[in-house]
Nanobody
Protein backbone atom coordinates (compact mmCIF):
# COMPACT_ATOMS: atom_id res chain seq x y z
CA UNK A 1 0.00 0.00 0.00
CA UNK A 2 1.13 3.53 -0.75
CA UNK A 3 0.16 6.80 0.91
CA UNK A 4 0.49 10.28 -0.53
CA UNK A 5 0.49 13.17 1.91
CA UNK A 6 0.20 16.76 0.70
CA UNK A 7 0.97 19.95 2.55
CA UNK A 8 1.40 23.65 1.88
CA UNK A 9 -2.10 24.84 1.05
CA UNK A 10 -3.68 27.88 2.61
CA UNK A 11 -5.16 31.31 2.12
CA UNK A 12 -3.25 33.80 0.00
CA UNK A 13 -4.03 37.13 -1.62
CA UNK A 14 -4.16 37.52 -5.41
CA UNK A 15 -0.64 37.82 -6.75
CA UNK A 16 0.77 35.83 -3.87
CA UNK A 17 2.66 32.54 -3.82
CA UNK A 18 2.36 29.10 -2.26
CA UNK A 19 4.45 25.95 -2.43
CA UNK A 20 2.72 22.58 -2.27
CA UNK A 21 4.55 19.44 -1.27
CA UNK A 22 3.62 15.78 -1.58
CA UNK A 23 5.51 12.77 -0.29
CA UNK A 24 4.80 9.16 -1.12
CA UNK A 25 5.47 6.40 1.41
CA UNK A 26 4.86 2.69 1.68
CA UNK A 27 5.78 -0.16 -0.62
CA UNK A 28 7.48 1.61 -3.53
CA UNK A 29 9.78 0.12 -6.13
CA UNK A 30 9.59 3.09 -8.46
CA UNK A 31 7.38 6.03 -9.32
CA UNK A 32 6.80 6.94 -12.95
CA UNK A 33 4.67 10.04 -13.42
CA UNK A 34 3.82 12.34 -10.53
CA UNK A 35 1.45 15.23 -10.86
CA UNK A 36 -0.85 17.81 -9.39
CA UNK A 37 -4.57 18.06 -10.07
CA UNK A 38 -7.18 20.41 -8.72
CA UNK A 39 -10.91 20.52 -8.20
CA UNK A 40 -12.84 23.73 -7.71
CA UNK A 41 -16.33 23.75 -6.18
CA UNK A 42 -18.90 22.53 -8.68
CA UNK A 43 -16.26 21.58 -11.24
CA UNK A 44 -14.57 18.40 -12.35
CA UNK A 45 -11.05 17.54 -11.26
CA UNK A 46 -8.49 18.75 -13.78
CA UNK A 47 -4.81 18.26 -14.28
CA UNK A 48 -2.45 21.13 -13.46
CA UNK A 49 1.05 19.79 -14.11
CA UNK A 50 2.86 16.47 -14.37
CA UNK A 51 6.48 15.37 -14.26
CA UNK A 52 8.05 12.07 -15.25
CA UNK A 53 10.80 10.26 -13.37
CA UNK A 54 13.28 11.67 -15.89
CA UNK A 55 12.10 15.23 -15.29
CA UNK A 56 9.94 15.81 -18.34
CA UNK A 57 7.31 18.38 -17.37
CA UNK A 58 3.92 19.13 -18.77
CA UNK A 59 1.73 22.09 -17.81
CA UNK A 60 -1.81 23.13 -18.56
CA UNK A 61 -1.99 26.40 -20.43
CA UNK A 62 -3.69 28.23 -17.58
CA UNK A 63 -0.66 27.80 -15.28
CA UNK A 64 2.20 28.14 -17.73
CA UNK A 65 4.63 30.81 -16.60
CA UNK A 66 3.12 30.92 -13.10
CA UNK A 67 3.48 27.40 -11.67
CA UNK A 68 6.57 25.19 -11.55
CA UNK A 69 6.51 21.46 -10.84
CA UNK A 70 9.56 19.62 -9.55
CA UNK A 71 10.36 16.35 -7.84
CA UNK A 72 12.97 14.71 -5.66
CA UNK A 73 13.22 11.04 -6.58
CA UNK A 74 15.35 10.30 -3.51
CA UNK A 75 12.47 11.42 -1.30
CA UNK A 76 9.57 10.18 -3.49
CA UNK A 77 8.35 13.76 -3.40
CA UNK A 78 6.77 16.18 -5.82
CA UNK A 79 6.38 19.93 -5.41
CA UNK A 80 4.33 22.68 -6.98
CA UNK A 81 5.58 26.25 -6.76
CA UNK A 82 2.65 28.56 -7.45
CA UNK A 83 3.29 32.23 -8.17
CA UNK A 84 1.07 35.11 -9.20
CA UNK A 85 -1.96 33.27 -7.90
CA UNK A 86 -5.39 34.27 -9.14
CA UNK A 87 -8.82 33.80 -7.54
CA UNK A 88 -9.53 31.27 -10.29
CA UNK A 89 -6.79 29.07 -8.82
CA UNK A 90 -8.92 28.46 -5.73
CA UNK A 91 -9.45 24.72 -5.44
CA UNK A 92 -8.50 21.58 -3.59
CA UNK A 93 -5.17 20.43 -4.97
CA UNK A 94 -4.45 16.72 -5.19
CA UNK A 95 -1.19 14.91 -5.63
CA UNK A 96 -1.10 11.89 -7.95
CA UNK A 97 1.56 9.24 -8.47
CA UNK A 98 1.87 6.19 -10.72
CA UNK A 99 3.63 3.71 -8.45
CA UNK A 100 5.16 0.35 -9.16
CA UNK A 101 5.22 -1.60 -5.90
CA UNK A 102 7.11 -4.67 -7.03
CA UNK A 103 8.71 -6.33 -10.04
CA UNK A 104 5.56 -8.38 -10.46
CA UNK A 105 3.05 -5.54 -10.61
CA UNK A 106 2.36 -2.74 -13.06
CA UNK A 107 1.93 0.91 -12.19
CA UNK A 108 -0.99 1.81 -9.98
CA UNK A 109 -2.29 5.34 -9.51
CA UNK A 110 -2.52 6.74 -6.00
CA UNK A 111 -4.06 10.00 -4.83
CA UNK A 112 -3.44 12.20 -1.86
CA UNK A 113 -6.20 13.51 0.37
CA UNK A 114 -5.99 17.01 -1.05
CA UNK A 115 -4.92 20.38 0.27
CA UNK A 116 -7.08 23.49 0.05
CA UNK A 117 -5.82 26.58 -1.74
CA UNK A 118 -7.87 29.77 -1.43
CA UNK A 119 -6.89 32.89 -3.33
CA UNK A 120 -8.83 35.86 -2.02
CA UNK A 121 -8.36 39.40 -0.82
Amino acid sequence: QVQLVESGGGLVEPGGSLRLSCTASGTILSIDVMGWYRQAPGKQRESVATITSHGYKNYRDFVKGRFTISRDNTKNAVYLEMNNLEPEDTAVYYCNAAVQESLYTSDFEYWGQGTQVIVSS
